[in-house]
């Protein structure tokens, strides 16, 4: 069975930052694209970030674009997401996901997720 795991995640004041990290050590991390959604209460699962197999592209929502930055480590078998500049709106429950679709909003119909590890801005 396959597990993505994430972590990172935390409380931090507005203007902060947060590192999350994922990884999947029963799959072939480096042949899949990778993305990050979030998901706050009472509101549909969004894309946050995708990056795609060999890093050749990456795609960000408005929201996050110019704060957040997404990067993979083949060699570790490691999914980041830098998140700077952190605001109020940005809280909700982070989670990694391997494959999907690439389109014009980075991935979606993605074939694995992980459990979600929460993310709380605020004074």
């Known amino acids: 069975q396959v597990q993505v795991m994430e972590c990172g995640g935390g409380s931090v004041q507005p203007g902060g930052s947060l590192r999350l990290s994922c990884s999947a050590p029963?799959?072939?991390?480096?042949?899949?694209?990778w993305g990050w959604f979030r998901q706050a209460p009472g509101q549909e699962r969004t894309m946050v970030a995708s990056v795609d197999w060999g890093s050749k592209r990456t795609y960000y929502s408005d929201s996050v674009k110019g704060r957040f930055t997404i990067s993979r480590d083949d060699t570790k078998n490691t999914l980041h997401l830098q998140m700077d500049s952190l605001e109020p709106g940005d809280s909700a429950m982070y989670f990694c996901a391997a494959g999907g679709s690439w389109g014009p909003r980075g991935l979606s119909g993605m074939d694995y997720w992980g459990k979600g590890t929460m993310v709380n801005i605020s004074s």
């Open positions: 029963r799959l072939s991390f480096q042949h899949y694209a």
